[in-house]
């Protein structure tokens, strides 16, 4: 069994969280770029609806420390004011070399007893399928499978694009046109596009959400770090925005991640 303590998460717990997150995501993250995410969200405030339904906003952080000293496993469960009432998210995250000696076990019973403090109704969580290890933790603790979602992965550097050439030129020839939001800038637009979004996303499979109002929209989308007008690729109809692929590079590994791809329905 593990000797580590848990305690909340403090600034100088951003460099082990940055490795430890690298290690569940799909992209690495740096300590710099979750303190500045952190940084430009304000202090929680959370609240309830007429039905007593979690609502608000919050995103409390716990550290596993081993004896050493060192950190060892890091959970977040956090809510933005467009969720779901009453859901809370979870990201729980042990090292490999320290999984099964209690640390996860530990970190779980903190934000369940958080949770349940703030009288939320529901946790949500993502994990791998092949992550035989993690689907029976969660599953011991409750979780029940929901949804499943895909991520493709395409080698640029083996990939021919000649196939896709006439598809684009079908499209053109029904009247649609390709632009970039380097090429069509100013807030008329980025409105255009942020209700793009919002019509979208409810054609997203279980969405049921509300939908974050522009000025949230465009920090979470376009105003990403990694995201530039000019990987903001837009299908127009005429004046009309019908499609988008927005486009998100991560420094580090220079690969480009789909931030958002979506079409209208006609």
């Known amino acids: 069994m593990s000797n580590s303590t848990i305690r909340r998460f403090g600034k100088e717990d951003f460099p082990a969280a940055a490795a430890l997150l690298s290690l569940i995501w799909s992209e690495s993250v740096t300590a710099k770029q979750l303190q500045d995410e952190e940084e430009s969200i304000p202090p929680g405030q959370l609240h309830y609806d007429e039905e007593g339904r979690l609502m608000g906003w919050d995103r409390p952080k716990w550290v596993a420390v081993s004896g050493e000293g060192e950190v060892i496993g890091y959970a977040i ?97 029904t009247g649609i046109s390709f632009v970039t939001l ?15 979004y919002k019509i979208t996303h409810q054609d997203i499979p279980g969405y049921n959400e509300d939908f974050p109002w522009f000025e949230e929209w465009r920090k979470w989308s376009i105003n990403l770090p990694g995201v530039r007008p000019e990987y903001v690729h837009i299908a127009k109809d005429g004046d009309r925005y019908v499609g988008v692929v927005t486009l998100q590079q991560n420094e580090q590994t220079q690969a480009m991640y789909h931030q958002f791809r979506c079409a209208a329905r006609v």
């Not at 035989?132 to 979602?149: I, M, N, P, Q, W």
């Not at 380097?182 to 793009?196: D, I, V």
């Open 182 to 196: 380097k090429g069509e800038p100013g807030e008329a637009q980025e409105r255009k596009l942020h209700e793009l």
């Open 77 to 173: 469960a956090w809510r933005a004011p467009w969720n779901e009432p009453g859901n809370l998210h979870v990201t729980l995250v042990v090292r490999p070399d320290e999984r099964g000696r209690g640390a996860g076990r530990a970190l779980s019973r903190e934000v369940r007893e958080w949770a349940g403090q703030v009288k939320a109704s529901r946790l949500v969580c993502y994990m791998r399928e092949n992550d035989v290890e993690s689907l029976v933790f969660a599953e011991r603790r409750g979780y029940l499978v929901e949804r499943h979602t895909f991520e493709s992965v395409l080698d640029l550097s083996s990939f021919t694009d000649q196939a896709l050439l006439p598809c684009i030129r079908s499209a053109e020839a």
